[in-house]
């Protein structure tokens, strides 16, 4: 069964760091580009960044530019987010997305995760 | 405020056809496919149409997509209960060099 599990959600302080992982299961990993979108409480979607399946070549949101890093290793089936300088506004569900082809190109995602909620709050 | 302008809601009865719309600009409807996203209350969206028309397994041809210039729509015919959810377009956006989704319109079945 093909299935995207996220992990690494919690409380975090304005200004603090937190770590997502997700991993993949029941495809070839490495054939798929990778994405993060995320969904604050009662707004819609909103990309956050994404990954080609070779690692190669990866793309950010404005808002979120030159704070989170996304990577993968595909050895490991394994897509992460490394995110800092966390703000109240990144306060949101976080969903690991797998787009349909290898290269980051137009928007489609064909398997979701079921999400993880990080929460910025002192 | 999203590059792509999606009314935030709409409404039909059972059996009717209702269509969404999603207008953006030539930097990202207008030079790349759109994709339509389902997102019932609770759950993860779920891909219900890609590259403008196509739509993956299982989705059912109740379900089409459409692409004139620089605005897209999404028309569900035969409209069912279960339909009622939250629908986002998306795409990629040339200037901004990334993705992009549509504020979503919530759907509400009569």
């Known amino acids: 069964e093909v299935q995207l599990l996220e992990s690494g959600g919690g409380l975090v302080q304005p200004g603090g760091s937190l770590r997502l992982s997700c991993t993949a299961s029941?495809?070839?990993?490495?054939?798929?580009?990778m994405t993060w979108v995320r969904q604050s409480p009662g707004k819609g979607l909103e990309w956050v960044a994404s990954?080609?399946?070779?690692?190669?070549?990866?793309y950010y949101a404005d808002s979120v530019k030159g704070r989170f890093t996304i990577s993968r290793d595909n050895s490991k089936n394994t897509l992460s987010l490394q995110m800092n300088s966390l703000r109240a506004e990144d306060t949101a569900r976080y969903y690991c997305?797998?787009?349909?082809?290898?290269?980051?190109?137009?928007?489609?995602?064909?398997?979701w995760g079921q999400g993880t909620v990080v929460t910025v709050s002192s | 405020q999203s590059v792509l302008t999606q009314p935030p809601s709409a409404s039909g009865t059972p059996g009717q056809r209702v269509t969404l719309s999603c207008s953006g600009s030539?930097?990202?409807?207008?030079?790349?496919?759109v994709n339509w996203y389902q997102q019932l209350p609770g759950t993860a969206p779920k891909l219900l149409i890609y590259?403008?028309?196509q739509r993956p397994s299982g989705v059912p041809d109740r379900f089409s997509g459409s692409k004139s210039g620089t605005s897209a729509s999404l028309a569900i015919s035969g409209l069912q209960s279960e339909d009622e959810a939250d629908y986002y377009c998306?795409?990629?956006?040339?200037?901004?060099?990334?993705?992009?989704f549509g504020g979503g319109t919530k759907l509400t079945v009569l």
């Open positions: 997305a797998k787009d349909v082809v290898q290269i980051v190109t137009s928007c489609a995602f064909d398997i």
């Open positions: 029941g495809f070839t990993f490495s054939d798929y580009a």
């Open positions: 990954v080609s399946g070779s690692a190669s070549n990866t």
């Open positions: 030539s930097s990202n409807i207008g030079s790349n496919t």
């Open positions: 590259y403008n028309h």
């Open positions: 998306a795409t990629w956006d040339d200037s901004l060099n990334g993705r992009v």
